[in-house]
């Protein structure tokens, strides 16, 4: 039998019937209800009762017994909804679904196959990343039967309104502007499209076909006069696949014959060597004979080795194979109808499938008037005759690429937290497929991929390459990375620039110019510092120091933390505290609490001092002329021994010093000092107060009964049990010998 290529409306018509066969019926086709649709129970009811009149009838005899799941709300273009779309369950799975129009409660679709956003979702959800897209996961579109749609959106421009559909069924795109606008359309999204596939049959046997598939990059040839004749359909059908795989990695498969801009010279070639014969209006092909001129004009075209795949009679599933293994098909057949042949032969692109209510077989008619692909249903309207499909061996090495996921990009391209590379290679389309991925780091030894890894801190250059199951080596690329996960280290020597001490109390540092070192990083190197001074703002250099203003009396603290050029930051640390005191201390003195007369030779000082800013560290006393006691620490009252010369003027002074070591005027109090009292012996005297602690106890006579024992060796001698007299002012055993003891007395 022939392929003819005659451009005529039959052909068309075969094709628009396979798209009625579907199992997807329109609202027209629909028994009508006048169920109200007030409550989610009412459109329950209307949706089991569906279920059970297509169980009992036996148009879907698996429906027995099944029952409506949860429902999902579709909406239209303007957020309103305008059905439901419920799965049918049995036994917890799912068996079909069924589509309720919200306001009337009429059926407008239903099918026993997966929900459409069920089957397909993974794949929509997958492509997020790659097309930088942000899925709608809740908000689906239904602009009628086979017209329901992700929504997605431009992630950069996400809040202006515009809008991404993509195609549940057959995965078209179109581009909504914020006013819901059609702005472009896509023919096929332009990704991997095995991101919005489902799992595929194995490419070692042919099975069960589930999902769709769509192939993408499938150009659009349509027939043209050559000569006496209209080039056939079939050597057309066959160019396609040509322009197809140049695209895919051979290139020199096409070239322009007629300056047209269409690859006039690779159809007329495959005319030729496919023997189409003209009759003066149209031309004719065998079909069979274009599998022998593909694979030839594949090897003049300098790719040897290619072969050509030819089914007669093949199945839908040899049909999907094919589309899942990404190779369109020139798919030959004829229009049948009740025993009678309704439309003369003819040769297509195949180029996708559906199963979602079909089976469905997407392809590019290939004729002047309908350059549009269009769907048909697979069954008993016309005959598959054959389908021949382009099998190009390996002549090309993979192609492998990288992505860095995770990890937190710094400043400068430096990644603070460690991130993942991730290698990737795919061969090509129709190649014998990856064999193993290396990359090496640094020029080091290469490293076979097997999984995501990370890279240690510091600046490396990675190295990476594939080569296939033929052999073909991969020309190695290259990537640069960056990591510096570690906090630089502060600075751990500082100078004020003066005489000072962090931390010590001083009276000269009041205009320090801090210079600090011992900062390092090890990776990325250090960016600058940020201080904080004296519990001020904190402010940025790039400097090694800081000059603050000339202070007053306090104390004030230097922080510093340390900048990398990844942005890691290390802690605050207190690098100095300077502590200025320029103001001397303040002091007085007071002795035997202002007396001006003193009949002892011990008397008691009282010192008072303050100081506003470091504190009085401590006194020094003297008597004048005399020489500086050393520093003592502040006390409230001390006693001072004066030496025992009667009659005599004593000036007693005092000087204070504060923590910084500023010095206070000297204070100072005389006292005049009188050891003989001239009055006579007699019982109105008492023993003076004495730093001996000798007590005594009056008698009845004058003598005087002493107590308690000096302690002091100079003093051996005094008793106890004797009495004593006043003689000269002191206290002795008798007047006639040299006083034993010198305890001065006073009147009572």
């Known amino acids: 039998m022939k392929i003819k290529t005659l451009v005529i409306w039959g052909i068309f018509l075969v094709l628009l019937f396979g798209v009625t066969t579907s199992r997807v019926l329109a609202q027209s086709d629909m028994p009508s209800t006048n169920f109200s649709c007030a409550s989610d129970a009412d459109r329950l009811n209307v949706v089991n009762q569906h279920i059970q009149l297509q169980a009992d009838s036996g148009i879907i005899p698996n429906w027995v017994g099944a029952k409506a799941g949860e429902a999902t709300p579709y909406y239209d273009l303007d957020g309103n909804i305008v059905v439901y779309m419920y799965p049918v369950l049995h036994n917890?799975?799912?068996?079909?679904?069924?589509?309720?129009?919200?306001?009337?409660?009429?059926?407008l679709q239903f099918a026993s196959t997966t929900q459409p956003h069920v089957y397909s979702y993974e794949q929509a959800f997958a492509a997020q990343t790659q097309l930088n897209l942000r899925l709608e996961e809740d908000h689906y579109l239904y602009l009628g039967p086979l017209d329901m749609y992700y929504v997605m959106r431009d992630s950069s421009k996400a809040n202006d309104g515009s809008r991404i559909l993509v195609n549940m069924m057959d995965f078209q795109v179109i581009a909504l502007d914020s006013q819901g606008n059609r702005v472009t359309y896509i023919e096929k999204i332009d990704i991997d499209s095995s991101l919005f596939m489902m799992e595929q049959t194995g490419a070692?046997?042919?099975?069960?076909?589930?999902?769709?598939?769509?192939?993408?990059?499938?150009?659009?040839?349509?027939?043209?006069?050559?000569?006496?004749?209209?080039?056939?359909?079939?050597?057309?059908?066959?160019?396609?696949?040509?322009?197809y795989w140049a695209q895919h990695g051979y290139p020199n498969l096409v070239w322009d014959w007629d300056g047209s801009g269409r690859p006039t010279g690779t159809i007329i070639r495959l005319h030729d060597l496919a023997e189409t014969q003209c009759d003066g209006s149209a031309g004719s092909t065998w079909y069979y004979k274009l599998?022998?001129?593909?694979?030839?004009?594949?090897?003049e075209r300098g790719y040897s080795g290619a072969v050509s795949g030819y089914h007669e009679y093949p199945s839908y599933e040899q049909f999907c194979y094919e589309i899942d293994h990404d190779r369109p098909v020139v798919v030959s057949f004829m229009g049948y109808n009740g025993g009678q042949w309704i439309g003369p032969a003819h040769s297509t692109t195949g180029i996708g499938y559906s199963t979602i209510g079909g089976p469905f077989m997407r392809i590019n008619p290939n004729l002047s008037g309908y350059p549009n692909p269009v769907w048909v249903y697979y069954g008993s309207d016309y005959t598959f005759l054959s389908y021949n499909t382009l099998i190009p061996l390996d002549n090309l090495p993979p192609t492998t690429s990288h992505l860095i996921s995770g990890g937190t990009l710094g400043e400068n391209g430096w990644y603070v937290t460690k991130p993942t590379i991730t290698l990737s290679s795919t061969d090509n389309f129709g190649g014998s497929g990856v064999s193993y991925i290396q990359y090496r780091v640094d020029g080091g030894g290469w490293i076979t991929y097997n999984a995501g890894?990370?890279?240690?801190?510091?600046?490396?250059?990675?190295?990476?390459?594939?080569?296939?199951?033929?052999?073909h080596w991969e020309t190695a690329k290259s990537f640069s990375i960056k990591v510096d996960t570690v906090k630089p280290i502060n600075p751990n020597t500082i100078s004020p620039g003066c005489t000072a001490q962090s931390g010590i109390w001083q009276n000269t540092c009041n205009d320090a110019n801090f210079t600090w070192s011992g900062a390092s990083d090890e990776h990325s190197g250090i960016a600058g510092y940020e201080y904080l001074w004296a519990n001020g703002t904190a402010a940025w250099t790039t400097s090694s120091g800081y000059n603050p203003p000339t202070v007053s009396d306090?104390?004030?603290?230097?922080?510093?933390?340390?900048?990398?050029?990844?942005?890691?930051?290390?802690?605050?640390?207190?690098?100095?505290?300077?502590?200025?005191?320029?103001?001397?201390?303040?002091?007085?003195l007071n002795l035997n609490h202002g007396a001006?007369?003193?009949?002892?030779?011990?008397?008691r000082a009282y010192l008072s001092s303050s100081d506003a800013s470091s504190g009085v560290a401590g006194y020094r006393m003297r008597e004048t002329g005399g020489n500086w006691t050393e520093w003592e620490a502040s006390a409230g009252s001390v006693l001072w021994l004066?030496?025992?010369?009667?009659?005599?003027?004593?000036?007693?002074?005092?000087q204070y010093k504060d923590q910084a070591g500023n010095l206070s005027n000297i204070a100072s109090v005389d006292i005049w000092m009188d050891l003989y009292p001239v009055s006579p012996s007699s019982t109105n005297y008492t023993?003076?107060?004495?730093?001996?602690?000798?007590?005594?106890?009056?008698?009845?006579?004058?003598?005087?009964?002493?107590?308690?024992t000096l302690g002091q060796p100079s003093m051996i001698g005094l008793s106890t049990s004797t009495h004593y007299k006043v003689c000269a002012g002191y206290w002795a055993e008798n007047c006639t010998t040299e006083p034993k003891i010198y305890l001065p007395v006073i009147l009572r």
């Open 92 to 107: 917890g799975e799912e068996v079909g679904y069924t589509v309720l129009q919200s306001n009337t409660c009429t059926i």
């Open 204 to 243: 070692s046997q042919l099975g069960e076909v589930k999902g769709a598939k769509d192939l993408s990059g499938v150009p659009v040839y349509l027939q043209f006069w050559y000569g006496d004749c209209w080039v056939g359909c079939t050597p057309t059908a066959g160019g396609t696949l040509m322009g």
């Open 291 to 299: 599998s022998t001129a593909m694979q030839t004009l594949f090897a």
């Open 453 to 471: 890894f990370t890279i240690y801190n510091g600046q490396h250059t990675i190295d990476y390459r594939a080569v296939d199951n033929a052999g």
């Open 554 to 588: 306090g104390s004030y603290i230097l922080q510093i933390r340390t900048k990398d050029n990844a942005g890691n930051w290390s802690s605050w640390v207190t690098r100095f505290i300077l502590k200025y005191d320029g103001t001397a201390p303040t002091g007085t």
């Open 596 to 603: 001006s007369l003193t009949y002892v030779t011990l008397v």
């Open 642 to 654: 004066l030496p025992p010369v009667s009659n005599s003027q004593h000036i007693i002074e005092v």
């Open 687 to 708: 023993l003076a107060r004495s730093t001996f602690g000798v007590t005594g106890t009056t008698g009845s006579t004058s003598n005087y009964q002493l107590n308690g």
